[in-house]
């Protein structure tokens, strides 16, 4: 029986995002798409905003004493320029809670949904918005500052401009595609006829993620003016592309990991006091393996996180993970997944990694984007007729994780 230990003061959680979970949202661009049939309607997801000190409660019986969330940008501006005081307070009480139950917030700035006028003006496209998300930025940490030390800008940018402009399965729905023969598969895939092609999204795509990058640092320098002590970070999606094998594959492999992490992170890098890191992803060029799978049918390698940790290592700055987890229906690999998962971890620790928590996606099963809520990656699972919660067995494997501060093998 080997023990792992964790540093002192880890962070040990959970994630959510508020579009997925709070429910009643009805002023982004994805309830403008799912009233047009592009994407499914997520209606009250699971009611968190209402019923956040009972998910809260739960959250620290499960041993945890972080909690990553994120606000929505349009409950906050639903009107450019006008700031919603409503929605601070409601914040505010989250984060008393969150307090109250010894959870240290950390705070994602913007997941993934815009709010309509944002959007429907052009969005990232727009010239102006890093201009627009800084004030924005600054805003949400002048309001909610002295609850909460932990802001990341922003949620996986290489996510969001590559479903966006590049297949074409989330809002704006823009589909880089020379031909008009659909054979891609992924998440988004019954939507996707009706994305706009060709191959204007490729040009557009790559002025998202420059004015992405610009948005980060404007709303890092504006952040810290005001509050210089706030740790800024981003959260970045890394796919681990490995090869096996010919020098060809490898190749590949350098030049995949470039595209997708090293490409936005050597933009961004010098603006952030730490890194989160989403890992969801392994692949090898040259495999021949068959994979077990997830219920999202990803690859069951959890322990690969390792390299992803590895991989933003060499930024030098503290990191965090601010996602990691897997769609499991019936919670037969949860707990295995967990415990390989906080291992790698604990690997890359070892290895000079300076990882300061691991927060879990997601507490509870929540609104998976163009899937719906067909997928359950949460510790709890929500029974969305009644809003019921049930805690599910591999939640109590990674309370014992959390309470010991290590992992035993
Ligand atoms: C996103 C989450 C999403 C999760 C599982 C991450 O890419 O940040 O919003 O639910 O992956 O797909």
């Not at 409950?75 to 929605?87: K, N």
Request: charge should be neutral; charged fraction near 20%; hydrophobic fraction near 40%.
């Amino acid at each position: 029986m080997i023990e792992k230990k964790f540093p002192d003061g880890f962070y040990w959680g959970a994630a959510t995002a508020a579009y997925q979970v709070e429910g009643g949202i009805d002023n982004t661009d994805w309830a403008q798409a799912a009233n047009e049939e592009r994407v499914p309607t997520c209606g009250i997801a699971c009611d968190h905003y209402n019923r956040y000190e009972e998910d809260f409660m739960l959250a620290k019986e499960l041993g945890h004493t972080a909690h990553r969330f994120s606000v929505e940008w349009a409950r906050i501006e639903p009107e450019e320029g006008t700031f919603d005081q409503a929605a601070i307070l409601h914040y505010r009480a989250v984060l008393k809670s969150l307090h109250a139950q010894g959870l240290k917030p950390y705070i994602t700035i913007w997941h993934f949904t815009l709010p309509q006028w944002f959007a429907n003006s052009g969005g990232f496209e727009r010239k102006d918005s890093p201009k627009i998300f800084a004030k924005y930025a600054a805003f949400v940490v002048a309001e909610l500052g002295d609850l909460c030390g932990h802001f990341s800008t922003m949620n996986e940018p290489n996510v969001y401009g590559s479903n966006g402009w590049l297949r074409g399965s989330w809002p704006p729905f823009k589909r880089f595609s020379l031909t008009d023969v659909v054979s891609i598969t992924n998440s988004g895939r019954q939507y996707e006829a009706k994305a706009s092609r060709g191959i204007a999204p490729l040009f557009l795509y790559f002025r998202v993620m420059r004015h992405l990058a610009e948005s980060h640092n404007a709303a890092y320098c504006a952040i810290k003016k005001l509050s210089p002590a706030t740790d800024v970070s981003i959260v970045k999606h890394v796919i681990v592309f490995a090869a096996n094998g010919t020098i060809f594959n490898q190749l590949k492999a350098k030049i995949a990991n470039y595209f997708w992490t090293y490409k936005f992170m050597n933009r961004v890098a010098r603006y952030c006091d730490s890194i989160g890191l989403n890992y969801y992803f392994y692949t090898q060029f040259g495999d021949t393996r068959s994979w077990r799978k997830t219920d999202m049918d990803w690859n069951f390698a959890p322990e690969h996180i390792y390299e992803a940790l590895m991989m933003l290592a060499r930024y030098r700055k503290p990191l965090f993970v601010s996602e990691g987890g897997l769609a499991d229906a019936s919670d037969t690999g949860r707990a295995e997944y967990i415990k390989r998962q906080v291992t790698g971890v604990w690997q890359a620790i070892q290895n000079g990694a300076d990882v300061r928590g691991h927060m879990y996606w997601s507490l509870l099963d929540n609104y998976e984007w163009a899937l719906g809520f067909a997928k359950r990656f949460g510790l709890i699972h929500v029974d969305y007729e009644t809003q019921k919660r049930t805690v599910r067995p591999s939640a109590y494997v990674y309370k014992k994780i959390c309470e010991e501060n290590k992992v035993v093998e």
